[in-house]
Every structure is written in structure tokens, then in C-alpha cells.
């Protein structure tokens, strides 16, 4: 059993080839010196076992889906 955050937005959305590189250290759409946010997510949300999802539709917004196991007592 998982715990599962969505998180969508009605933005602009990205292209297939804008997602191949999202997850990717130092990957930006903006000025040098960004780019580590998504792949800093994607690295804690790996270490504690769980996975990370995005579907995008350019011109249409992303959703990114994030799965982290629950801890049994």
C-alpha cells in the first residue's frame, strides 16, 4: 500500500522532449545556475523506496504523481 500526492497544474504544460530531461541534474528551461529541483525530488523520493510520475501535455498543464510506501507499525 502506498501513500500518493498529486500535484497538478493548468500551466503550459511540456513536450515529450522536455520530459526525457525534467528529472535530469542541472536540466533548465530558465537562466544558469537552476535546475536541481526535480532531480533533488526525484532523489529523496527514490531513497525512501517510492517513485515518481509526470504526465504533461504541452499546452495543457503537468500532473506529477508521487508513491511512497506506508510504514506498518
Known amino acids: 500500500m ?23 541534474p542541472f536540466y533548465t528551461t530558465k537562466f544558469t545556475g537552476r535546475g536541481l529541483g526535480l532531480a533533488a525530488v526525484s532523489g ?13 501535455i504541452d499546452g495543457s498543464g503537468s500532473e506529477f504523481t508521487i508513491r511512497l510506501p506506508l510504514l506498518a507499525d
Open 44 to 56: 529523496i523520493v527514490k531513497v525512501h523506496g517510492g517513485e515518481i510520475d509526470v504526465e504533461s
Open 2 to 24: 502506498n501513500a500518493v500526492i498529486r500535484v497538478k497544474d493548468n500551466g503550459c504544460g511540456m513536450g515529450a522532449d522536455m520530459l526525457e530531461q525534467i528529472f535530469d
